[in-house]
Each structure stands twice: as C-alpha cells, then as structure tokens.
C-alpha cells in the first residue's frame, strides 16, 4: 500500500480506529474510494487492515455508503472477520440484501458470536426455513434462548432482551458471587447488575455491581438486594418499555414472562435504538409514506406511498365537490377565487401544527384520561385567539387589496371559524383514532386537512354567498 493511501485511513485516535468521517458527519469519499479500490482487486489485507476494525457502527456506514454489488463483495472478502453485528446498524432493506445471498453456514457461525438481541434483531427478518436451519447449527441452550425471545410480538420487549444475564440466589454471599463472576465464561460482555431468583427463576430483587463492591465477602446477598426496579413484561410494547427508562433514569431492566419468572434483560443501548426507530416511524407515517427506507428502489418506494395519495386524491375531491357548490359565486365574484385557497392553508397549516403536538403527546404517554380535557380546552382557546388575530391581518389585507371592506369581513369570519376547527380536528381526531386502536400518526394527517379543506372553504364561501346575495 502506497505511503498516500496510509495518510488517507489515518488513525483518529490512539484506539487505531480510522477517521472515516468528514466534517459533515458522511463516510469520506476518498475512504469510500480506497474500499471500493480493495473491493475490485480483492485486497484482503487492506479490508482487515482497515475495514473490519472498524466499529460495528462505522461498518454499517460504510456499507450504506457502498454500491450494492460492493457491498456483498465486502462481506465475502472480509469472511470470518466481518463483525455481523454491523447489519444492526444499516436499515432493513440493506440487511435482507446482505443476508439473503450469505450461505446459512456462515450466518450461523457469525450468529453464535453475537449477542442475543442482536442475533434476534437479524434472525427476524429471514424466512422462516432459513431460520429453522440456522437455529438448527446453533448449540441447544442458545438455540432455546434465541426461539424463545423469536415467539414473542415483533415489537415487544420480549424481542429486544438480552437473553444472556447473571442471575445468583438469595443465600449466596458477596464472595461466592464475585469469584462465581471470575470463574464462569458463559456471562453478558458487559453488565450493570446482577438478578436475584429463586429456584423456579421466579424474580426476586437485583443487586447493582457497585453495592457488591463495596460489601464485605461474607455478606449474603439477599441482605443487599433491593427489589428490582420496575421489571418489565416480556410481551409489552417496546415503545411503553421505552418510556419507563426515560420516566425512572434506568440503565437495565429485567424482563419477565406471565409468571414473573426472569428470562432476559433490557438495556439502555437497545431502548436508545427503540426510540429511534419509534420516532422515525411516527415523523413517516404523518407523511404518509410508511417503513420506507432510503435505500428503497423505485417500485418499493411508489408502492409505499401510492396508498395515501390514492386517500389524500379522494380528500382532494372532497374538497373540490364542496367548491363546486358554489361555482355561480365564484363567476360573479372572482376574488373569492383569489382567497379561499388561503383560508384553507391556513386551517390546514394550523391543523398540522396541533396534530404534531398531540399524535408526538401519545406515542410519549403525555396525554391521558386526566389531562386530554384540559389539553382540548387549551387547543380551542389557541385556535380562537389564532383565528381573531389572522381574522384581522387578512381582512385587512383583503379589504386593501380588493378595495372591498366587506370582503374582509367575510374572510375574517372563515378564518375565526376554519382556526377553531383546525384546532378541535388536530386534537379530536388523533385521540378518536388512538381510542379506536388506529395509529394516529398515519391516518390524522388526511382527515386533519379534509376537515380544515372542506371547513374552509364551505365557511367562506358560504359566508360570502349569503352576505352578497348572490
């Protein structure tokens, strides 16, 4: 390798690591280069010289990065020392890609290596036959351990535990359980804590590392414990598992199935991950475009979206059929023409904005049985005051404009009517659709702006109709 191409992956710190970034934060174009460059001559040196120490991280960057023939070709070249772990960081459509061309041997071998959640995370979106066999080269407990948190819901707790814990009973003492935590090999990579059970693995308490340094060998540890902090059941929601760790500061968790019986651990490396994912699914789905990745082709990404805009065609026509009640107006008087798309942004606009704030409220928990009264209450008098203040900004600017007084007053009176309406329908609607056990995020968005599109535009024009005579 030539003396430029070392300066090119120069280290970043005195880990070796290679500085792969640019200032902005991408994979450098001339890294990408020098991989691309390894890839073709198949350089296997080079890519385990600089590639596959990387962070898992920074791998799935990189890969992310890469053209998708460079991408298999990576994995392959890189063999054994591919860090499977780096497919939990890129997005799904990435992930089937590399999986679905690897031989089931090598996903195996490289699964064993992993830990449970990440195993889980990538075993879950192979083919059920593909599954099987994998698991079937596993060793008997891991492949127990890796079905079980499989037969739990997608998006459960059950699927984000670590399976691998340290578990002690309660009449151990703090020596036995210090020189049982030397002495084993088959313990998590890191920990924060350490489960008490009894012999059926029913949970009884946890103990955090530092209180066992701190405690004298000949301690028991059920003199130590403490009850654990809010154990978590194995088939909740990811997302409410989620909001516990914020709500109590938590590190770990333990997760426990119907019986309270200890079968895995939730960490915080995972629960960052799910709040991600979760507030990356809600800011799509109120666009309308669904599990879309970036890395979609043409034909995902239109059928993603295709959807919505068929629904939101069918709100626009809507719309259109209430303007068309009114059509004779609008010949006899073309500045209503002008300003009624404006009374309908704004209460689309307006409509968004406490919709965002309400459908974001939910998926944190924010709103319940005791505040959403208050909350409508608040959301009404917003859309009040934000009615009368843009009621007299437009009517004078309509008044101005069309030389017309009573044009402004007309339009300022759509707009107190279609703000109040925006406000009620952005909030109404997504705590209807929640109630009803519809995701809010996906479906406020299209009735929101029917309800201010067609509010609007019938109090203007209706409005206007009535108080011109014509």
């Known amino acids: 390798m030539t003396n430029d191409a070392e300066e090119l992956v120069r280290p970043r710190s005195d880990s070796g690591d290679a500085d792969i970034y640019d200032e902005n934060g991408n994979v450098r174009g001339d890294f990408l280069a020098l991989v691309g460059a390894a890839i073709a001559d198949r350089d296997t040196i080079f890519l385990r010289q600089h590639v596959a120490r990387l962070h898992e991280s920074e791998i799935g960057d990189l890969l992310e990065s890469l053209q998708p023939d460079q991408r298999l070709a990576l994995v392959r070249l890189l063999g ?60 008997f407990t891991e492949r127990v351990r890796l079905r079980r948190a499989l037969d739990y819901p997608e998006s459960s707790a059950g699927r984000r535990m670590q399976t691998e814990f340290v578990a002690v009973p309660p009449f151990w003492t703090v020596g036995q359980t210090i020189d049982y935590m030397r002495d084993e090999e088959d313990l998590p990579y ?11 693995f029913k949970l009884l ?65 995972d629960v960052v991950d799910v709040i991600h994912e979760e507030a990356d699914e809600d800011i799509k789905r109120l666009g309308g475009v669904g599990d879309e990745e970036l890395s979609d082709n043409v034909f995902s990404t239109v059928r993603s979206r295709f959807l919505w805009l068929v ?50 409220a939910l998926a944190t928990g924010d709103i319940d049985i005791y505040n959403a009264g208050r909350i409508i209450r608040r959301e009404a008098g917003v859309g009040i005051a934000n009615g009368l203040l843009f009621s007299v900004i437009m009517g004078m600017i309509a008044a101005t404009w069309f030389h017309n007084y009573q044009l402004g007053f007309v339009i300022g009176s759509a707009m107190i009517i279609n703000l109040f309406a925006a406000a009620l329908a952005g909030i109404l609607l997504p705590l209807l659709l929640d109630k009803v056990g519809a995701d809010p995020a996906i479906a406020s968005s299209v009735f929101v702006t029917t309800v201010t599109d067609c509010t609007g535009f019938f109090a203007f024009l209706g409005i206007a109709t009535w108080w011109f005579g014509i």
């Open 205 to 269: 308490g946890a103990v955090d590392l530092d209180k066992i340094l701190r405690t004298k060998r000949q301690s028991k540890i059920e003199s130590i414990m403490r009850e654990t902090n809010h154990p978590i059941p194995a088939e909740m929601d990811q997302e409410e598992a989620a909001q516990l760790f914020e709500q109590y500061d938590l590190l770990s968790a333990a997760v426990v199935d119907e019986n309270d019986r200890l079968v895995g651990v939730l960490t915080i490396d």
């Open 311 to 360: 629904i939101n065609l069918g709100t626009a026509l809507l719309s259109a059929s209430v303007i068309g009640l009114f059509d004779e107006s609008i010949e006899k008087m073309i500045a209503l023409a002008v300003l009624m798309p404006i009374v309908a942004s704004m209460g689309g606009n307006a409509g968004t904005q406490t919709m965002t704030v309400t459908v974001r």
């Open 80 to 139: 054994d020392e591919f860090d499977m772990t780096a497919l939990t960081e890129v997005d799904e459509t990435i992930r089937r890609e590399i999986v679905d061309q690897l031989p089931n041997e090598q996903i195996a071998a490289a699964i064993g290596e992993l830990d449970s959640d990440d195993a889980v995370y990538i075993l879950e979106d192979l083919d059920s036959e593909d599954r099987e066999e994998i698991l079937a080269q596993l060793p």
């Open 190 to 200: 890191s920990f924060s804590q350490i489960f008490v059970i009894d012999p059926t």
